[in-house]
């Protein structure tokens, strides 16, 4: 891994990790005590809500 490669992660967890605070209203240690399994599900979960909402923006959009 290069160092650039190492910075863009550290960056990208830095990122997820304050995603999920904000989110869940949990704190940073919560967050970080999380097991893998719980916090790359509640990730995907968090993508398909995202997703979804984005969906129906558009939809209500298109009908105006």
Do not use: G
Request: hydrophobic letters at 35%; one cysteine or more; proline letters at 3%.
């Amino acid at each position: 891994m290069s160092p650039n490669d190492v910075d863009e992660y550290r960056k990208n967890v830095a990122e997820t990790i304050f995603a999920c605070m904000e989110l869940s209203k949990q704190s940073y240690l919560e967050i970080i005590e999380m097991p893998v399994k719980r916090l790359h599900d509640y990730l995907k979960w968090k993508d398909k809500l995202e997703e979804e909402k984005q969906k129906i923006m558009e939809e209500e959009a298109s009908k105006i």
